[in-house]
Nanobody, 115 residues
Framework: QVQLVESGGGLVQAGGSLRLSCAAS????????MGWYRQAPGKERELVAH???????NYADSVKGRFTISRDNAKNTVYLQMNSLKPEDTAVYYC?????????WGKGTLVTVSS
């Protein structure tokens, strides 16, 4: 089993920045993907970004150029640096960990971007 603990959410003004962190613990395999999904009120959950154990990344078009995903394999931790935040980025952000075809989820951290 894998447990995920997220931190870094909060309230910021448009144009501001936040840095989310997610630490994984438990039975961690070498080959895995960590990432972030988000769900805004009234919308479906969507992929924000993910990163593999060798550093390959994918981003949603809506966050390219503003968000940067990174990881520290020694700490089994993934980070999401969010810059130039927009009100439409407001959502609950969920850490995702995938290995062996199984998804694990954090409890979510709320990001609110005010106008």
């Amino acid at each position: 089993q894998v447990q995920l603990v997220e931190s870094g959410g909060g309230l910021v003004q448009a144009g501001g920045s936040l840095r989310l962190s997610c630490a994984a613990s438990g039975n961690i395999f070498r080959i895995n993907t960590m990432g972030w999904y988000r769900q805004a009120p009234g919308k479906e959950r969507e992929l924000v970004a993910h990163i593999t154990n060798i550093g390959s990344t994918n981003y949603a078009d809506s966050v390219k150029g503003r968000f940067t995903i990174s990881r520290d394999n020694a700490k089994n931790t993934v980070y999401l640096q969010m810059n130039s935040l927009k009100p439409e980025d407001t959502a609950v952000y969920y850490c995702n960990f995938r290995q062996g075809g199984i998804n694990y989820w954090g409890k979510g951290t709320l990001v609110t971007v005010s106008s």
